[in-house]
């Protein structure tokens, strides 16, 4: 039986996460060039590292939805979880939804993209 310590779990975690935010970097340089000009990798970094914070208020965890928050979070602003002018967001994200924090990301990402589109 393998055992794996915590504080090798932990490194192996670590790792992934930077993998996770080093990837991160690019893709938002991809979606989002104009409000990434003139970010440092660092700035975005940090940004990710919020995002992912943000994030786990709500128990969204898996990095593909913590993708799906920051986009949402480069999208409609950086604290768009508690803008009073985005109640409509903080509802969907306290919300329950059968499928759990997946399903709440995903129907509050479709829901941005179509209120977005009617702007």
């Known amino acids: 039986m393998l055992i ?4 090798q779990f932990r490194a192996l975690t670590g790792a992934f996460d930077d993998e996770f935010e080093r990837a991160m970097v690019q ?22 590292r919020r995002a992912k914070e943000r994030a786990a208020r709500y128990d969204i965890e898996l990095h593909e ?11 409609l602003g950086p604290e ?8 409509w967001a903080r509802q969907i994200l306290c919300s329950w939804r ?20 009617n702007v």
Not at 65 to 75: P, S, V, Y
Not at 98 to 117: D, E, M, V
């Open 4 to 7: 794996i310590r915590q504080e």
């Open 27 to 48: 893709y938002l340089r991809r979606q989002f060039p104009r409000e990434c000009l003139d970010r440092s990798n660092d700035d975005l970094q940090s940004f990710i």
């Open 65 to 75: 939805d913590i993708c799906r928050f920051a986009n949402l979070m480069m999208a």
């Open 80 to 87: 768009f979880d508690t803008d009073p002018g985005l109640g």
């Open 98 to 117: 059968p499928g759990g924090p997946s399903a709440r990301i995903q129907h509050l990402y479709q829901t941005a993209i179509s209120r977005l589109a």
